[in-house]
């Protein structure tokens, strides 16, 4: 029997093929997992269905996670078509490219309250609306970085969220885990993925963390993704609020 056999999981924020969200994906796909997406506009959406046909999924639904009417009908069409839901997997961050460059002060009200928004607050809207459905035992997941913990040039606003993003982690843990909901986070190494091609000199930032990794190199969406399987199956039954670095070990290196 495969790990996540008939397993409902709910996968939010896959742009392509290059995806963390894709790797997770497919991962959870060749696990047994039954699959649901999301798109944003239509521009993604024409990237989003053939992943969806891929994986044999016939639950695509358009919601972009700053509108809370767009949560809303995700919901009531997750609830119509599956009933309830295992596993949601949170892949969604935003940020003006303008502030994903230079100094972190020179960000203005909205872009910070816009970056926060969509990359923090849309994780605990969505557990919050999802809650009727969920089962006993379910799993919410969500993506961060280093840039969380430490400074790394030029991720500036979105490192302050995704600071935000892993304190809300370890709060819904307590808030959901009477519930028997567990919720986790995968900080992931750097991974040239769409969003990250907004980052300046984010080849730099590879080549750095690859040369100072202790397996010298960098991790890929599949290795990500096999992460991502052991928090939301049965494996880490006894595993919450965690903030799983899964970076080559970058993370704890020091001088």
């Known amino acids: 029997m ?3 056999e008939n ?9 392509n093929d290059k995806s963390i969200a894709y790797g997770i994906a497919k991962v959870f796909y060749e696990n047994g997992a039954i699959l649901g997406f ?54 969604i961050a935003f940020a003006n490219k303008e502030y994903l460059k230079d100094y972190y002060y020179t960000v203005d009200r909205q872009s910070f309250l816009q970056a926060m928004d969509i990359s923090v607050y849309s994780f605990t809207a969505i ?3 999802f809650l009727p459905i969920l089962n ?17 040039y030029n ?15 370890k709060y ?16 992931a190494g ?20 690859a040369e100072r990794a202790p397996l010298k190199r960098n991790v890929t969406i599949e290795e990500v993704g096999k992460a991502a399987l052991f928090l939301c199956s049965d494996l880490s039954s006894g595993i919450t609020g965690e903030i799983l670095h899964v970076d080559a070990g970058y993370n704890i290196i020091g001088m």
């Open 172 to 187: 819904l843990a307590r808030d959901l885990g009477e519930k028997g909901i567990r919720v986790n986070c995968i900080s």
């Open 2 to 4: 495969k790990i996540l």
């Open 155 to 169: 991720y500036n606003v979105m490192g302050v969220a995704k600071a935000a993003l892993e304190a809300s982690v």
């Open 190 to 209: 750097p991974i040239k993925t769409l969003a990250a091609m907004g980052i300046s000199d984010f080849n730099e930032i590879q080549k750095i963390s």
């Open 38 to 91: 999301n798109y944003l506009d239509e521009r993604i959406e024409k990237r989003v269905r053939p992943i969806a046909q891929e994986f044999n999924s016939d639950l695509v639904v358009k919601c972009d996670v700053s509108k809370d009417e767009e949560i809303k009908s995700l919901f009531e069409a997750v609830k119509e078509k599956w009933g309830s839901v295992d596993i949601i997997v949170h892949s």
């Open 7 to 15: 397993k409902k999981a709910l996968i939010l924020g896959v742009a």
């Open 127 to 129: 557990a919050r609306e």
């Open 136 to 152: 006993e035992g379910a799993s919410l997941l969500t993506l961060s970085y280093y840039g969380a913990e430490k400074v790394v």
